[in-house]
């Protein structure tokens, strides 16, 4: 049931590809607000075909996503592209904007706040401006505000597209493999800045992860899938390695 402080909500989700794969299988979950969620499973299992149901980058076979009580799969035009204000998206691949500026990229997460012409052309308000420096304090990257995007390291790329999510001013962020790219002390500091989303902005997080470790270290609540089904969703303080680790054990690769 979606309440007040229900930011997300799975019900009855189901995609089937044009090749007959089924990749999400009744998938029914509600997240409220607030709440970091990791979802963990092998490549393949449907995480990323679950993530980018939300955001409408793939459509769905059946089913309702529900953002702040709004059905995504019946908005279009003006009302999506407001809709999709809400909700931050984090890639593993970083999808920045590699010769243009620290600046520039963080900016770029205002995108939608204003007319075609006027991102073209960069003119971002003044206001905005001294956003994403207060963006990129949260951080520690206002340093590199008029450095090139090429001339980061991968762990500082991914917090510059942690603060360009920021600057939507999102109620929800979703992550994809994040870390999977970096070495694990950059993938630590990686999880504490989306931890912080939660813990100082109240952000819903829901984020795709391989590793269990970082599941049970940073999230509240872990979700396992196992070809597009959902065959595990408990509290992390409640759960453990062993039993994660079974959600591996019997999915296809």
């Known amino acids: 049931m979606v309440t ?3 930011v997300l909500e799975f019900q009855h989700v189901s995609k089937r590809y044009r090749n007959g ?14 709440q970091f969620v990791a979802v963990v499973g092998l ?9 980018n149901s939300v955001n409408r980058m793939i459509e769905i076979t059946n089913g309702s996503v529900l953002v702040n009580g709004q059905d995504v799969t019946k908005v279009r035009g003006r009302k999506l592209r407001h809709m999709r204000r809400q ?17 520039k990229n963080v900016l770029a997460g205002r995108t939608g706040y204003y007319p075609t012409w006027k991102t073209l052309l960069g003119w ?12 990129l304090k949260k951080v520690n990257l206002v340093q590199k505000l008029y450095q090139r995007a090429d001339q980061l390291s991968g762990g500082q790329k991914q917090r510059v597209a942690i603060a360009r999510t920021l600057m939507q001013d999102p109620t929800l962020v979703l992550a994809d493999e994040p870390v999977a790219s970096l070495d ?19 952000i819903t997080v829901l984020v795709n992860l391989h590793s269990v470790e970082l599941a049970l270290k940073y999230a509240d609540r872990i979700i ?18 062993a039993e994660l680790q079974e959600i591996y054990e019997h999915g296809k690769e």
């Open 124 to 135: 971002y308000s003044t206001q905005d401006q001294a956003l994403a420096v207060e963006q």
């Open 43 to 51: 490549s393949g299992a449907g995480k990323s075909t679950l993530l």
């Open 4 to 6: 007040a402080e229900t």
């Open 184 to 202: 694990p002390k950059t993938s630590t500091g990686v999880m504490r800045d989306l931890y912080n989303l939660k813990k100082y902005e109240k």
């Open 21 to 34: 794969v089924l990749g999400l299988d009744d998938i029914n979950f509600s997240v409220p607000k607030g």
């Open 87 to 103: 909700i931050g998206m984090i890639f593993q691949g970083f999808n920045l904007v590699e010769r243009a500026t620290v600046q």
């Open 224 to 241: 396992g899938l196992r070809d597009g089904r959902i065959v595990y969703d408990r509290a992390a303080d409640q759960s453990n390695q």
